[in-house]
């Protein structure tokens, strides 16, 4: 998946500065990538849109 021109988002709750600890959303086609803010360069973690639905879902219960 070509997360390449994707839009990042990171929660508003992320700590602000060098020192927050977060992990930026995006998504592509059916696709959802997730990487860690502080480096974006070392990788994505992509799943279906589907699979990432479910795990909204369950932060939920």
């Not at 070509?2 to 700590?15: C, I, L, N």
């Not at 977060?22 to 994505?44: M, N």
């Amino acid at each position: 998946m070509d997360f390449t021109d994707a839009v990042w988002r990171k929660s508003d709750r992320s700590g602000q500065g060098t020192n927050g600890n977060c992990v930026e959303v995006a998504f592509a086609g059916s696709a959802v990538g997730v990487r860690d803010s502080k480096s974006p360069a070392t990788g994505v973690l992509a799943f279906p849109a589907v699979q990432w639905a479910f795990f909204l879902r369950g932060l939920g219960s």
